[in-house]
């Protein structure tokens, strides 16, 4: 019931910024955290960077300085900006949350992904 949808996606040179976006709606009764995830061709799917509701942050060695993630608790909504992109960040990003339907029950759910392809 409840859906992820993810924006921002897009074309980008090396070197170049791009803003996702990923908002959640249905059934939530709270949100404890969302995140990104990507995922390149031939390889596994990758923690990009998390967010709790509180705020807390964790991030992939491969894009700290580089991305940060934020949250709007009030929108159940979350961000990834992603700053001196390269080559090797070409995947399918996809939005991930950790919600409670009910309490005190946990859950999670993910978007259908979104293409961001960085061009050398």
């Known amino acids: 019931q409840v859906q992820l949808v993810e924006s921002g996606g897009g074309l980008v040179q090396a070197g170049g910024s791009l803003r996702l976006s990923c908002a959640a709606s249905?059934?939530?009764?709270?949100?404890?955290?969302m995140g990104w995830y990507r995922q390149a061709p031939g390889k596994q799917r990758e923690l990009v960077a998390t967010?709790?509701?509180?705020?807390?942050?964790n991030y992939a060695d491969s894009v700290k300085g580089r991305f940060t993630i934020s949250i709007d608790n009030a929108k159940n909504t979350v961000h990834l900006q992603l700053n001196s992109l390269t080559p090797e960040d070409t995947a399918v990003y996809y939005c991930?949350?950790?919600?409670?339907?009910?309490?005190?029950?946990?859950?999670?759910?993910w978007g259908q992904g979104t293409q961001v392809t960085v061009s050398s």
């Open positions: 991930n949350a950790v919600y409670s339907p009910r309490q005190p029950f946990y859950t999670s759910v």
């Open positions: 249905g059934s939530i009764f709270s949100i404890n955290a």
């Open positions: 967010i709790t509701s509180a705020g807390s942050t």
